[in-house]
């Protein structure tokens, strides 16, 4: 069964800290996909970043970044010197190759206050 | 417009009234997606469309009726709808669906239905 587990329902932090959302997933499928979205309070699903399988290299974009490591099936976002626009609900997500059914962990409420 | 935009932003309405939810995409995209998003549970897939054929229908009540006319059009009547169903409806689409492929989907605002 495919599952994605976001064991942290809610952090709070002041602007500047360094924050980590987990992510852990389970899927039997050796070709599947991770993302991240994050959904402000006005309720878009806005797409942060895509991860397939076979593509184990971390990444950066400005202050994100993005721990995929398979040895233990996680696949961590960093947000580095939050900012109080990074107050959203994020959400982590699952698909296998083929499949059409994207699987969401419940989401992790942060909040960043100044 | 650009990206996915849906319609309305916020419903009221009554178990015995009949609605419809609307959802229009601007990214040149075949598939589409009606997800449930309810308090306190993951996202839901509802229904998924793939060049204006319905693909998957998640054992969703028969309340809940979806329409595709167009690749660029998603819509969901709703009738004789519960309390129960008052959630944030939320409406996706992705490049197009084939075995093997997995494309990014791309959300709408999505519709926040109250059901009284």
């Known amino acids: 069964a495919q599952k994605v587990t976001q064991a942290q329902t809610e952090i709070s932090v002041v602007e500047k800290e360094d924050v980590t959302l987990d992510c852990v997933y389970e899927t039997r499928d050796t070709t599947y996909y991770l993302f991240w979205y994050k959904q402000p309070p006005s309720g878009e699903l806005v797409f942060l970043i895509r991860r397939n399988s076979f593509d184990e290299q971390n990444e950066i974009s400005g202050r994100y970044s993005w721990n995929f490591q398979k040895s233990t099936s996680s696949f961590n976002f960093t947000i580095t010197a939050s900012q109080v626009v990074d107050s959203a609900v994020y959400f982590c997500a699952l698909i296998w190759g083929g499949s059409e059914k994207l699987v969401f962990g419940k989401g992790t409420k942060l909040t960043v206050n100044p | 417009e650009t990206g996915v935009t849906q319609t309305p932003r916020h419903l009221v309405m009554g178990m015995t009234n009949k609605k419809s939810l609307k959802c229009e995409q601007h990214?040149?995209?075949?598939?589409m997606y009606w997800y449930k998003q309810s308090a306190k549970k993951p996202l839901e897939l509802m229904f998924v469309y793939n060049f204006k054929e319905q693909t998957e229908n998640n054992s969703v009540p028969s309340r809940f009726s979806p329409e595709c006319p167009n690749s660029s059009h998603l819509f969901l009547h709703l009738h004789t709808l519960q309390p129960e169903d008052s959630a944030l409806y939320l409406c996706?689409?992705?490049?197009?669906?084939?075995?093997?492929?997995?494309?990014?989907?791309?959300f709408g605002p999505g519709t926040r239905l109250t059901v009284l």
């Open positions: 990214l040149g995209h075949n598939a």
């Open positions: 996706a689409s992705s490049q197009d669906l084939w075995r093997g492929a997995v494309d990014t989907q791309y």
